[in-house]
């Protein structure tokens, strides 16, 4: 599919247009070009008269209600703040406004507002902030904020998520990274003192509840944690819980490195050790499970029910960390960098787009992702691509006079399903560009460590005044382009790229760059492409069908995980035993999800004793509507947590691998939000296999039965003991409500 735009008052076809640049251009795509001190884009433009004025004559699309601000001007004092002085104005005033509206998203009680529209502390928004430029910009701000997403049970708050929020979403560990930052800019080490249990107990239950044996993490996204706009249609939250995503997993192998840092720092050598091989476990359960060679980057993530297979989407949040946290090698991260497809308005959220879901996270471009990719480009010493990535973020800070939270990636607009003005993680990705990339500024725990990476397009002398660290203030100036120091000097005296945590007083830093030519690579410069909707199919006798789907040119079938096919038909035999899947290809090889699994393999359905048809538990949230129905035998079983185990007798008719899962129903929440999922133990004959989630499937929606994940263990055949038991590690985010109607056990002998 090809969009078109205007660029420069002609209408152009992004998917063939290259990147061209007009003397003195900085940035410059088919959508838009950073000329000098203004912006272009169409007909519109955006330029900074001054250091602290940023004027636009954008005009966003009609029909919106997103208030559209053409003007920025410094309101507040940013003199305690570092001074940025650069020969580019528009660099100049897009930080300051960064400076500028971050003074207006600290709140009266010193935690950091979300953005304009959002009030509050969120985990995942204010942790990417604090990585991102809080921890330094605002370390007590930063410190306060952490300790809100602390429960009073000592662990890491999930606060959002698809609905149940955790385990269905699991990427609250990016706290830990926040909050070890905090600490490498502060070198508080009461603050360390306090984090090391938070962050032990929090990775300890997640070992239990979201860790798998093959060392992926399950759970949603990180970030991405609206269900429809990132995973098919069919994917209940439990399936969600079920898959295994890029990002998640990462902050995971991250956070158990941290936690082995800190344990070792505060003198607990064996888990410190212990640790650390978690952390090695899991990165490389992401590069030998997930990475992709036919793409040249990793999958978004793994899906699927009995089977798993791989969503080989770009995702370019977790990507971005993959290089940054080194999970990928120096080859790799080229790679990454050379072959995650970038739109004419930047790196989307994911690539490529959901064809029947609006922006959002879908098709769409949030500005602190950009800055993450820019930091991950420089670091994997792309010049190009770094530039680009920057561009993406300075173009709509500079457009719409402020930090918006996300933009329509065909058009650049802010027409998405929400958006707000003074967005925290946004302003913070701003900031992060010049501190992080263009100083190279790099917290330690011991000091500052310094690699600036300086496109040629930005070379010139820039300078950060009152850059306070600790008990000194630096004046930290950097000249020239290149990746290479030519000199580093301390108050005029040659002197290593690093500066200890002890330094004090008044200090001056000139770090000149070696004006050296940084190696070309390229960028994967592409239109937005959309995918095939996702195949709605089903077993009819003994021929799997499906719909068909307008315009694609072929369809995959999969059993059991694995391709076993291609056809232009709408049917395949479904001769063999298995979990039947199909996935729409387009043109150019471009492929949709993988359809719901339909079995054809015979399953049971285990029923406990002592049923009832109405509850009586007190954890029960929202009454239901009408009188309740829809189990399948003459009843179902409520559990809540001070309910005993669920057991039920199993004859396995021959030796195999089997399947475990329940119907359930649970209306104790919104499908959306909220955090009552009802997590349970299971076990099979004593033997712990692990552990199933029965999320929320509507307020008062007790008639709505649905599945369960679903656990597999190998058995021998004869007579086999299931329990389903509420344990403490089985304590969700709400605390007071853990309540559950389970219908049956289904059971389903896979292999």
């Not at 399936?239 to 956070?255: F, W």
């Not at 913070?428 to 100083?439: E, M, P, S, V, Y």
């Not at 899962?661 to 099979?684: D, F, H, L």
Request: with cysteine; glycine share 8%; aromatic share 10%.
């Amino acid at each position: 599919m090809k969009n078109s735009v205007k660029v420069f008052g002609a209408p152009l076809l992004l998917a063939s247009l290259p990147v061209f640049a007009a003397d003195g251009d900085i940035v410059a795509t088919a959508a838009y070009r950073w000329h000098g001190d203004t912006i272009y884009q169409a007909e519109y433009m955006a330029t900074a008269p001054s250091e602290y004025e940023i004027v636009s004559t954008y005009s966003a699309q009609p029909g919106y209600g997103f208030p559209i601000s053409k003007q920025w001007k410094l309101k507040n004092d940013i003199s305690r703040y570092p001074r940025l002085t650069t020969p580019n104005r528009l660099h100049a005033a897009i930080y300051n406004m960064g400076l500028d509206e971050m003074v207006n998203a600290v709140e009266p009680d010193t935690t950091l507002r979300t953005g304009k529209e959002w009030a509050g502390v969120w985990t995942r928004d204010v942790s990417y902030s604090i990585l991102l430029s809080m921890a330094y910009m605002q370390p007590e701000a930063s410190r306060i904020s952490l300790m809100k997403k602390v429960s009073p049970e000592g662990v890491i708050i999930q606060d959002t998520g698809s609905g149940g929020a955790w385990p269905i979403s699991s990427d609250r560990e990016i706290w830990v990274l926040a909050a070890y930052e905090v600490y490498k800019v502060t070198g508080d080490r009461k603050w360390l003192e306090y984090i090391y249990p938070v962050i032990r107990k929090s990775l300890d239950d997640d070992a239990l509840t979201v860790a798998t044996p093959h060392g992926l993490v399950k759970g949603e996204t990180s970030f991405i944690d609206w269900r429809e706009q990132s995973y098919p249609l069919w994917m209940q939250t439990a399936d969600i819980y079920n898959s295994e995503a890029l990002g998640t997993t990462i902050v995971h192998s991250v956070a158990l490195d941290v936690l082995a840092d800190i344990a070792a720092e505060l003198g607990h050598k064996k888990e410190a050790e212990k640790y650390r091989a978690d952390a090695r476990k899991v990165a490389d359960a992401v590069n030998s499970q997930l990475w992709l060679d036919d793409k040249g980057y990793y999958a978004m993530y793994n899906y699927g029910r009995n089977s798993s297979i791989l969503n080989p989407r770009a995702e370019t949040l977790g990507e971005s960390l993959a290089i940054i946290y080194d999970i990928a090698s120096p080859e790799r991260a080229r790679t990454i960098t050379e072959n995650n497809p970038v739109t004419p308005f930047g790196a989307a959220i994911f690539f490529p787009q959901i064809s029947d879901q609006p922006p959002y996270h879908n098709n769409a471009l949030w500005p602190w992702v950009g800055a993450y990719w820019a930091i991950a480009n420089a670091k994997a010493g792309n010049e190009e691509g770094t530039m680009e990535a920057i561009g993406s973020v300075f173009r709509p800070a500079a457009l719409f006079a402020t930090n918006k939270e996300n933009f329509v990636l065909d058009n650049g607009d802010i027409a998405t399903q929400l958006n707000s003005s003074n967005m925290l993680w946004c302003l913070a990705g701003n900031l992060a560009i010049t501190n992080r990339i263009l100083f190279g500024i790099n917290f330690e725990p011991d000091g500052l460590a310094f690699k600036p990476f300086v496109p040629k397009a930005l070379a010139g002398e820039r300078t950060l005044d009152n850059f306070t660290y600790r008990n000194a203030v630096l004046s930290i100036t950097v000249k020239g382009y290149g990746d290479e120091i030519k000199s580093f000097t301390l108050n005029g005296k040659e002197h290593a790229p690093f500066i200890p945590g002890n330094i004090k007083g008044d200090n001056r830093i000139v770090i000149t760059m070696a004006d050296n030519e940084i190696a070309p690579m390229k960028v994967n410069r592409s239109a937005n492409v959309k995918a095939p909707l996702t195949p709605v199919a089903w077993i009819e006798g003994d021929e799997f069908r499906w719909n068909p789907l307008e315009y694609s040119e072929k369809y995959i079938v999969l059993r059991d995980g694995e391709r076993i096919a291609e056809t232009r038909q709408t049917s395949f035999p479904a001769d063999v035993q298995g979990e039947y899947q199909v996935i729409g290809v387009w043109h150019g090889g471009v492929e949709g999800f993988a359809s719901e699994p339909r079995s054809n393999r015979p399953v049971s359905r285990l029923q406990a004793a002592d049923r009832a048809t109405v509850m009586t538990s007190k954890e029960v949230s929202y009454q239901p509507e009408q009188p309740l129905e829809g189990f399948t035998g003459d009843g179902f079983v409520e559990v809540d947590r001070s309910t005993g185990p669920v057991t039920v007798e199993f004859d396995a008719l021959a030796d195999g691998t089997y399947s475990f899962a329940v119907r359930y129903a649970n209306g104790n929440g919104p499908v959306n939000t909220e955090n009552k999922c009802a997590i349970r133990t299971v076990s099979v004959d004593g033997k712990r296999i692990g552990i199933i989630v029965m999320p929320h499937r509507g307020v008062a929606n007790w008639n709505d039965w649905g599945m369960s994940n679903y656990l597999q263990t190998p058995l021998k055949a004869g007579k086999h003991t299931v329990t389903i038991d509420f344990r403490p590690e089985n304590a969700n985010m709400n605390g007071a409500t853990n309540h559950a109607l389970i219908d049956c056990i289904v059971v389903d002998k896979v292999k």
